[in-house]
């Protein structure tokens, strides 16, 4: 057997790769070059071609983009309605920001608990946390890999909640041919550089409601608006008249970042199969390791995959995920984790929450980690990472 690196052995690679990388060609550059050269830096025609992109790209009625996924989150549960004495129904595996969104308003999140094949929300999870006060869910496309949306949309229109879908992870995904951003009452994305496609820092909610768009295109201008028809103090006095008519935040998204969005949309599909190679490559070589459990995904999901995370089971090794994870990266292959569950974090501890709320994320949570996943690993780099898993695996073996 191998020696591992941990242990002096020699690495299954000397080049270090992390888990996600953005990819940012020549065409991505000069696109921002252009906008840079150009009269407008901010507030110019490229922000509105991105959503006029996006809208199109998804086949929603309406894309808004904005200045990174958090805003996005915020100005959907804004738009909802969502505020004080208010429930909101997320998933404690995820990242923060899907939780911390109902709290900027002033409500509770309560956490459902996930599926344990596919760690996504369970939608009799969501039912069993419903209350009188619950206002919304907002349900998190894990890993990229579209959440179970019909049941949770029977869910919604049955206790009059809004569905909001994070989709963060999950930009050029379909549920059962329509693709992700189409079928809540809002989706909203993120473009930070470890997500599919990247602006630097960016965000956007879609809709289909006429309605929603009004409040989230207000909210993420400080609730200014130029539209006359919307003014409480028309006619006005003059073109360089506008009116505040809501509290809203300044959540923009500059002109040079949406040109960048715009060049990456482009290569969306391109990435989404060589992810997809890399999946494929993944799971096929995993599915037989002992010890190492491999997600699964339902039927309805064509998946463009965010993330690729394999879960140890630990009765069938003799080591902790943590000494994987510090194996992993002696070979010099950097995992990650997706993620703690947000709760155990003390800022939700202080507030009340308590470990044992969701025993399914905790349990899953034990196992999980994130391996390399992005376009630009070369079939060297992917059998790199195969080789170290299975080298650890099976120095491990019980
Ligand atoms: C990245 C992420 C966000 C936040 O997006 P930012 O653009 O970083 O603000 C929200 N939810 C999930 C699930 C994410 O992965």
């Not at 009059?160 to 992700?180: C, K, M, P, Q, W």
């Not at 809540?184 to 470890?194: C, E, G, I, L, W």
């Not at 800022?347 to 034990?366: D, Q, S, T, W």
């Amino acid at each position: 057997m191998e020696e591992l690196a941990l242990f002096g052995g020699r690495p299954v690679r000397s080049e270090k790769i992390y888990y996600g990388r953005q990819c940012i060609g020549e065409e991505d550059i000069q696109a921002v070059a252009q906008v840079l050269r150009g009269p407008y830096i901010t507030c110019g025609p490229k922000v509105e071609e991105g959503e006029r992109r996006l809208a199109e790209y998804i086949g929603a009625r309406h894309a808004v983009l904005c200045s990174n996924g958090t805003a996005a989150l915020h100005c959907a549960c804004l738009a909802a309605g969502i505020g004080p004495g208010d429930e909101v129904i997320t998933t404690p595996m995820t990242f923060a920001a899907s939780a911390n969104c109902a709290v900027y308003c002033g409500a509770r999140p309560v956490f459902a608990d996930i599926d344990p094949r596919t760690y996504n929300i369970d939608p009799e999870s969501i039912r069993a946390r419903i209350t009188p006060r619950t206002k919304a869910v907002v349900a998190v496309d894990f890993t990229g890999q579209a959440v179970r949306v019909r049941e949770i949309r029977e869910i919604c229109d049955e206790f009059g909640l809004v569905f909001i879908e994070d989709a963060a992870h999950a930009i050029g995904t379909s549920y059962n041919g329509a693709r992700v951003g189409s079928l809540a009452d809002m989706t909203t994305f993120s473009f930070h550089p470890v997500k599919t496609i990247t602006c630097g820092e960016g965000g956007a909610i879609t809709t289909n409601s006429d309605e929603y768009h009004q409040k989230l295109v207000l909210s993420h201008v400080h609730g200014i608006t130029h539209d006359e028809s919307l003014m409480e103090d028309a006619p006005h006095e003059g073109i360089w008249y506008y009116e505040q008519i809501a509290l809203g935040f300044n959540y923009r998204m500059t002109d040079f970042q949406a040109a960048l969005l715009v060049s990456q949309l482009e290569k969306l599909e391109a990435f989404k199969k060589r992810r997809q190679e890399i999946v494929d490559k993944y799971n096929a070589a995993f599915r037989d390791v002992p010890g190492i459990i491999v997600q699964e995904e339902i039927p309805e999901s064509d998946t463009c995959r965010h993330l690729y995370i394999i879960r140890l089971d630990l009765d069938r090794l003799s080591c902790t995920r943590r000494q994987f994870f510090d194996a992993m990266s002696a070979e010099n292959v950097q995992c990650q984790i997706h993620y703690v569950p947000v709760y155990w974090f003390p800022f939700y501890r202080h507030m009340g929450y308590r470990k044992g709320l969701c025993p399914v994320a905790e349990e899953v949570y034990k196992g999980i980690l994130s391996i390399p996943l992005y376009p630009m690993l070369t079939d060297a780099d992917t059998d790199d990472v195969i080789h170290a898993v299975k080298k650890i695996a099976a120095h491990y073996a019980r």
